[in-house]
């Protein structure tokens, strides 16, 4: 394939699908590289649909085929505005966060060129419901735009599960487009929603969850603490949260969350369905920074409660890296609960830990069990005693428990959205003061 002078154009999103760029900018190599290409190889291709090519073949758009100019798919002339398209199956379901198309003129440059850019997903080959992933918007001929005739255009958006896509161009000059590759990234699995349910008491034995943000880009996340609207008895009637960080971070409080930010608590999707729980929308800075949700009830209020931090922007690079909660590990009902969600594919290989003894608290918990299981409530695997399991996969991770009589569990969990939940009890009903943790290993 011929090398590409790269350049992310103007893409606008709709509907539920986010674009990472909203100007024209530059795009780093690091950032466009497209690691796991979805269309690739041309064998997992099936062309549903295509309009006509001049030269090359549709099939020539994917697995790497690029090539020289004649391998390109040059569609056919036809007048400004015409709508190019094609259409094509993987021989199984992929999950997207990105793609990059690049396009070619003739050299010295004689004006081919395309206004629009459309990259569709469908349930089905019948393409009559698409939803629309990324828009692009050219202003003017590439190559008197750009000073160069190739380019690519790249766009992320919110991971989308799809076999059946369909790509469009719409012509700016009567000579038909010449597209080079089409390239399809695959979402790297994240740990990208974590919750954990506790009996909120008063005191050291609130509800304390934490997550370290990896990666470079700020991360835009919201904090839920629910209580009233949980299915269960004794439910905490009224949680108030605050968010802690690093450094100079000055603490968020909320206390119901229509009492502040509202509408950027609405515009996320997911407000909470009771008014006197609360939420916070913070972007908060990466770069392996510590963050800490505390929720307690107001009036020092007892009862079961939920925090919980969802991802806003899987697109950026960096992620939710581990995960850890605090608190009063107690029987029946009150155990620490933890869960996640895991998005990408095709898995995340973790580690999860249950601590008590090594704890620099009073009434730790003396010997923590844990359960690992999956959002059927299927149990995976269980530890009492991290060295009587897997010692060898744990003590690989870099980061085995410290006491003996705590617990962990070293899994690969398959992703897509995938739900997953740690259970941390007191062996032989003892109770006290743990912390679950889950880190992602890759």
């Known amino acids: ?233 004794g439910k905490l009637a009224d949680p ?24 950027e608590i609405i515009a996320t999707g997911i407000p909470p369905s009771n008014d006197l729980e609360s939420a916070i929308v913070a972007t908060l800075p990466a770069n392996n920074s510590a963050y800490t949700a505390i929720v307690r009830g107001v009036n020092n209020g007892t009862g079961i409660g939920v925090v919980e931090a969802y991802d806003l922007d899987p697109t950026v690079d960096s992620k939710l890296g581990n995960i850890s909660t605090r608190g009063l590990v107690q029987t029946g009902d009150n155990v620490l609960i933890a869960g996640t969600i895991v998005l990408g594919q095709p898995s995340q290989r973790v580690i999860v830990r249950a601590l008590g003894p090594s704890l620099s608290v009073s009434g730790k918990l003396a010997d923590p069990t844990l359960e690992l299981r999956d959002g059927n409530g299927a149990l995976l695997r269980s530890n009492d005693n991290w060295r009587s399991d897997q010692e060898a996969e744990i003590i690989e991770t870099g980061i085995p428990p410290t006491n003996d009589l705590e617990s962990a569990i070293v899994e690969t969990l398959p992703a897509d959205g995938a739900s997953y939940t740690a259970i941390v009890r007191g062996l032989n009903g003892t109770t006290g003061v743990a912390v679950v943790e889950v880190y992602a290993l890759n």
């Open 240 to 263: 108030i949260l605050e968010l802690h960080g690093p450094g100079t971070f000055a603490t968020i409080t909320n206390d119901n969350w229509r009492s502040d930010q509202e509408a």
């Open 1 to 233: 394939m011929k090398k590409l002078q790269t350049l992310t154009l103007l893409l606008i999103a709709i509907g539920t699908v986010g674009s990472l760029y909203a100007t024209p900018t530059i795009v780093p190599s690091s950032v466009r590289d497209i690691q796991n290409d979805a269309f690739s190889p041309t064998s997992s291709i099936t062309i549903l649909g295509s309009s006509t090519i001049a030269s090359g073949g549709a099939l020539n758009l994917f697995g790497g085929m690029g090539g020289a100019e004649g391998d390109d798919a040059l569609f056919a002339d036809g007048p400004v505005g015409t709508t190019y398209f094609v259409n094509w199956q993987t021989s199984a379901p992929v999950q997207l966060s990105s793609y990059r198309i690049g396009l070619s003129d003739d050299p010295p440059g004689n004006g081919r060129a395309i206004s629009q850019l459309r990259l569709f997903s469908s349930p089905d080959a019948t393409f009559a419901s698409p939803t629309l992933l990324s828009t692009a918007t050219i202003s003017s001929p590439y190559s008197t735009v750009y000073g160069s005739s190739n380019i690519a255009v790249y766009d992320e958006f919110l991971p989308v599960t799809a076999q059946y896509f369909r790509l469009e161009f719409v012509n700016a000059t009567v000579l038909g487009p010449r597209i080079v590759e089409v390239d399809g990234n695959t979402a790297l699995p994240v740990l990208a929603n974590i919750s954990t349910r506790l009996l909120v008491e008063t005191g050291d034995n609130v509800l304390i969850g934490g997550f370290i943000i990896t990666g470079t880009q700020p991360k835009r996340v919201i904090v839920r603490a629910i209580g009233p609207s949980l299915p269960l008895a």
